[in-house]
């Protein structure tokens, strides 16, 4: 595809993120998708994505990602975004601060037979910890498992 197509294809995954939208975000992930995170051992699968994005619905119900930048080369599409939410109600043990706080967040994605097959993610885990009124407690929440 081309380079065009891939950054369009990011784009409609942020924005999917954006909806909690985690049907439509099935369509977009290989059925084989791994992401990489620095703070998680394993990658994770295309349910695991989905399954966040449902869980999105109910804590963060405002979650935005904001793209800054997106970059597109062969397979590869490079993007740097602004995640801002709020968090509104209980997530996992954690009860709600109802902050609203920024991550700043860049991904490195693959993109092979038209889908997102692969991801690498760079968060800003202190910004997650200060919306999830953990900070400075050294607690950084698997946000996926």
């Not at 599409?77 to 997530?91: G, L, M, P, Y």
């Not at 601060?97 to 760079?122: F, H, N, P, Y």
Request: charged content about 30%; proline content about 3%; some cysteine.
């Amino acid at each position: 595809m081309s380079l065009e197509y891939n950054k369009a294809l990011v784009r409609r995954w942020h924005d999917l993120e954006n909806w909690k939208d985690g049907e439509a975000i099935a369509e977009i992930l290989a059925p084989d998708y791994l992401g990489h995170r620095l703070d998680h051992p394993q990658p994770l699968t295309r349910d695991d994505v989905i399954r966040f994005v449902n869980e999105q619905r109910r804590s963060f119900p405002d979650l935005r990602d904001t793209i800054h930048e997106i970059v597109a080369e062969g397979d590869l599409v490079a993007v740097q975004f602004t995640r801002t939410a709020t968090f509104a109600s209980r997530w996992r043990e954690l009860e709600p601060t109802r902050r609203t706080d920024s991550v700043s967040m860049s991904q490195l994605v693959r993109i092979a037979e038209d889908q997102i097959a692969e991801s690498w993610l760079v968060w800003d885990s202190a910004g997650w910890e200060r919306l999830l009124g953990i900070y400075g407690k050294g607690i950084c929440k698997e946000v996926y498992t």
